[in-house]
């Protein structure tokens, strides 16, 4: 028998994260495991019942508010699961800690988030999972500004302090080092 993995694809928007995510669960699902997908409550993007990339591939996913409500919902369901995801994981509050815990107990578990908030701050649940991750991938997207590698997401806006927004092209654009004003003023 292989030992549980988790799974981390990390990165700025546009970066194709969830994408990497849907193909890992598809991949899963041709191998015959068990799979369940979920998504956070908060991102009515493109519908509630599917995780959705930005270039239109789909997996069937359930919304959650919390870690809590996840492990809820798959405890109460008659179904046993050896492989969950959970999509944009920084938008559900202790994601982490039932994440790890399906991690402990033999689940395979796959994430697909933004690491860093538009002015640079890592997120407290990825910061969580990160240091038990049996793979993490940090994913690039392209520079809006200068078509480099960016890692980093750039608010529009200034987001009146909000550090979960969300939003798409709209409101955010990935940007490389020279090109994030806030990236330089980390630890000041």
Not at 24 to 29: C, I, K, P, Q
Not at 51 to 56: F, K, L, M, P, S
Not at 151 to 177: A, F, H, S
Request: glycine share 8%.
């Amino acid at each position: 028998m292989k030992d549980p993995e988790l799974v981390v694809y990390a990165g700025p928007m546009f970066a194709g994260k969830t994408t990497r995510m849907i193909m890992d669960l598809d991949r899963a699902v041709r191998q015959g495991r068990k799979v369940i997908a979920f998504k956070p409550s908060i991102d009515m993007r493109y519908g509630r019942d599917e995780i959705v990339t930005h270039n239109d591939k789909r997996f069937p996913a359930h919304e959650v508010s919390s870690g809590i409500e996840l492990l809820k919902y798959l405890t109460d369901d008659d179904e046993v699961y050896d492989t969950v995801a959970l999509d944009e994981m920084f938008m559900v509050p202790g994601s982490a800690s039932a994440l790890k815990w399906l991690f402990a107990h033999g689940m395979n578990v796959i994430v697909a988030t933004l690491d860093l908030s538009h002015s640079g701050q890592a997120f407290d649940e990825v910061k969580e999972i990160l240091p038990f991750a049996t793979k993490v991938e940090k994913l690039a997207a392209v520079c809006a500004v200068t078509g480099r590698d960016a890692y980093y997401t750039y608010m529009k806006d200034d987001g009146d302090g909000e550090q979960i927004r969300v939003g798409g092209d709209e409101l955010y654009e990935p940007r490389c080092w020279g090109q994030h004003p806030g990236i330089k003023t980390i630890g000041d």
